[in-house]
């Protein structure tokens, strides 16, 4: 395998936009609420496994997301990662009650603002709220970007609430005024929706991650998000959470159902759900280290639309920056994917 | 938009592999269910529009639905599809309890393989089966192997319940005795895991459906269905539901999950996800007209497991006929796509 390093000698620097990490305080907090019984059968599924497990995996992972120095700097170095943009690892503090949500925003981005102060060149914040108080979480949003944050992490749903509902919208709102971007990061699927995927040992990355997510952003766009905020920019990881390649069945099935009125909340929207895609979201191959996606996806909603993770450090293996670095792919393109983007992205 | 015409003039027939039909008493029995109120929210929610709406949409739909003879054979030639692959529409029998599904799987077969015997050029069947009596269910399909149907249709979940469970393996080992393939036809989302997509309008075919019928296919693989019947071969509609867009995931997921022993039910396959998406399923492109979505899945999956299909009644619009027949594509294998692999799968 070839040695990777940092420093752009490829052609680009590599920019990794999807990395997570976890203040100690919060894997306490999970632990305090494992053993109490969360009332999410995801969460109890999730950090069940990773704080239960003693699998390599597991184990490595937790001592990971919680190091935002030597052992993280040490990682990016041998995966020759120059700089990772970092939010709070899911379902951050959506998992928590009102109160103890708004204290761990605040202390989870006091700490990673402060990671980033420190290594100014290798790290970038993503601000996380509490959408159980979408004012708390517009102020938290003004916040942070003073703070420096250049963009705004939502783990998915909140109890099994989703963007949609305008009681949140403060979020977009403040997104809106302070330019920042929202990146939608996979949760479990709520109660409401995990059990058969529970049952087969669907529920996480594998498959309920992908459903849950996509779901959400299908959410934002028929119920009319992006007529109300035209110039919100959605995140999504994991090759669009499949959504690029659903688009003509998107388009397809939303004229018919507006058509036919099949449901009174579904009102006509200004452009087709394809449209929004290309015009309000970026996307990012988290999870996804396979050029056949990447291009279909950079053909279908734009070269400028598509930008590399790694998504350390639940998937942080050398062989598949040697796998992207390798795509078949001319080197303009290439620097967009892996650097130019997410500079634009993220105003860096 | 230049003319459509049936006889193969194009270099090819059209074979159409996932189109629907209704019995007229099965619609009546569905209007009686939704009149004493199903327990399964999406069926109210997809039947109580289709029976219940006077959009053009439905009205036109359950006319087409319901008609066997010219109508349908007027829109065959009008659309240039020299066969049809017929399958009961979703939900099928399955909604029903055991007793009455038992009895409109007979009804509706018998109907089926008449129409199929009226007009043998034209239509080819697939048998309906109640998994709600697994036994019956393998009788049927002796019967209707001996009635000339080509393939078994499954819409997808059963009052809730999937085809992993050993106790519908009755239906696998009839179709491996008979060499017929199983099409997995989506429903919508059971009881369990509708709630969230119900109250965006997205628990039908926008979305919904895919999901559904996706985490079927993928439960069939992670609990091992191919390693025991390693000769069954599933069809999946709709691009094969994204998975050979997600097959990436699917395969790292899986493996970082079975390796550090997550689930005590999931296992170690003897091979990846996507080998088994490859070697155990085919795929067609009802609902999906639309060349990028199809050329990704003949690289990923293979020219040879991707097939034609219209999904007539609900999608039967000529343009994409017209925007298929245009794909760039060598003829060969829009031949395969179009005619030949339908014809191996089908053994007309």
Redesign the interface.
Known sequence: MPELKTGGAQGYLRIATEEAFAPPELMQAYRKLLATGSDDPGFQSLWG?YLG?K????VAIIERLQDMGARRLADMDERGIDRQIVAVTAPGVQIFDRDTAVAMTTLSNDQLAEHCRKHPTRYTGMVAVAPQDPAHAAKEIERGAKLGFKAIIINS?TH?E?L?DPKFWPIFEAADAYHLPVYIHPNT??K??????LE???D????GF??ET??HA??LI??GVFDRFPHLKIILG??GE?L???S???D???S??V?????D??KPLKKKPSEYLRDNFYITNS????E??IK?TQ??IGVDNVLYAMDYPY?ETPEEVVALDAMAMDLATKRKFFQTNAEIVFNL
Chains 1, 2 share one sequence.
């Open positions: 496994f497990s699998s390599p995996r597991a749903h099994g989703y949609d699927p709520p409401a929706m995990i059990t058969p995927m087969s040992g669907l996480g990355a594998i498959f992908g459903v996509g779901m299908m959410r028929v119920m994991h090759m499949a690029p390649f659903w003509y069945r998107l397809f099935m939303h018919a159902t058509r036919s009125q099949r449901y909340f579904m999870g996804v280290a396979w056949p996606a279909f053909a279908t998937q």
